[in-house]
Each structure stands twice: as C-alpha cells, then as structure tokens.
C-alpha cells in the first residue's frame, strides 16, 4: 500500500542540473520527515539530503552542500531534489526514503538512476 517512486534521473553533462521527484501513497505524507539517499557501485549507500514533515528543517552531506536543495510540495505528497552543478562523483542511484520512527520501520522507494558524464 505504501508507494515512493522516484523519478527523473539521467544523463548529464558535468556542471549540468537534474531534478529528482519522489511520489508518497498510501500513507500521511506531511507528518514524515523524508530523505534522499544515493548508492554508486561498489559503495555503500549515503545520505545526501533530509527534510522535515513540515519542510521547515533541512539538511545534507557536505559532499552536496550549496549544490543540491531538497524540498517537499506536501499537497501534492511529493519531496524533490534539485541538483545543480552536478560532478561525475554524483553518479549512483537516488533513493528517497521515508523516515520512520519507534515502531515504524524507514520505508525505501525505487531508485532513479543519475550518470554525470562527459
């Protein structure tokens, strides 16, 4: 029943933008905190972006700061990520996940493949 699906990755030029969508069912959106994370072969899976249920508190990996933005539409029950200035270590799949709390389990959407290549 509870549905994240993640969207709009691909190919980019280094320096170049992408902007990544999650769609949320099944679910209350706008009392979750949500997250973007990435995963690049061979690396372990790291967080890039968080956002409170409110959209009133963000936060993200050093590695993405002044570059990337998360923000949420929560009547639309969306959470987005603007990239800019992307570099070819941005490479992996994107994730965004909900973050859950005492006796409720973080729950992953599908992942979005983003290749930053020249």
């Known amino acids: 029943q509870v549905q994240l699906v993640g969207s709009g990755g691909g190919l980019v030029q280094p320096g170049g933008s992408l902007r990544l969508s999650c769609a949320a069912s099944g679910f209350t959106f706008s009392i979750y905190a949500m997250s973007w994370y990435r995963q690049a072969p061979g690396k372990e899976r790291e967080l890039v972006a968080g956002i409170t249920s409110r959209g009133g508190s963000t936060n993200y990996a050093d590695s993405v700061k002044g570059r990337f933005t998360i923000y949420r539409e929560n009547a639309k029950k969306t959470v987005a990520l603007q990239m800019n200035s992307l570099k070819p270590e941005d490479t992996a799949v994107y994730y965004c996940?909900?973050?859950?709390?005492?006796?409720?389990?973080?729950?992953w959407g599908q992942g979005t493949q983003v290749t930053v290549s020249s």
């Open positions: 996940k909900r973050v859950g709390v005492l006796g409720v389990a973080d729950y």
